[in-house]
């Protein structure tokens, strides 16, 4: 018994503890890494934090009238974190608020099929350069009568890469 004592003394390890079980009585063990909270409560937790930041910083940058988040106020991330439905409500009206948001979002409009017959082609479908979407048979142009102006844009490839060099003109003497 002495032994062990030594061994675990030199290697520094230490007998593991009775299982903890997590603070929010989820059903789960906890640890004292994570607060003795088990994994999926802990995550949650850092999620309300991360959350709650991110709000206080909207909201000052709002109040301050510009976009840095530079400045936070720790009083406000405390009432935050005290109140997590309130930082959810801040969080949706924020989000509301920014037009950039809003032009994020795609309505979807049902299934994607074929410009030219029609054909539900989902996730296999071919995105063309005139911007319709086509399946295995129509997805070259010259299936779909596409609109698109490939001369004009390959032109304008051609000409962009190789920009005209002309040297300046000698004076006679």
């Known amino acids: 018994m002495e032994k062990t004592k030594m061994e675990q003394n030199e290697t ?21 890494a994570t607060m003795n909270m088990c994994s999926k409560c802990y995550k ?20 301050n009238g510009s976009s840095s988040i530079e400045g936070t106020n720790v009083a406000v991330v405390k009432e ?8 959810t409500v801040a969080t949706i009206q924020i989000s509301s608020a920014s037009p950039a948001s809003e032009t994020s979002e795609e309505v979807k409009d049902g299934p994607k099929r074929c410009g030219a017959c029609r054909k539900r082609v989902g996730l296999t479908g071919f995105i063309c350069r005139c911007g319709s979407i086509y399946c295995a048979v129509h997805r070259y142009s010259d299936k779909h009568n596409c609109p698109f102006d490939y001369r004009t844009v390959g032109q304008e ?8 060099v002309k040297a300046e003109k000698l004076d006679k003497i």
Not at 12 to 32: D, E, K, R, W, Y
Not at 80 to 87: D, G, I, N, P, T
């Open 12 to 32: 520094g390890c230490q007998t593991p503890q009775a299982p903890i079980l997590c603070v929010n009585n989820c059903g789960f063990f906890g640890t004292a």
């Open 157 to 164: 490839a051609i000409a962009k890469a190789n920009p005209i």
């Open 80 to 87: 935050a974190q005290a109140a997590s439905s309130e930082v």
């Open 44 to 63: 949650d937790l850092v999620m309300k934090q991360e959350q709650a930041k991110l709000a206080a910083s909207s909201i000052q940058s709002i109040v």
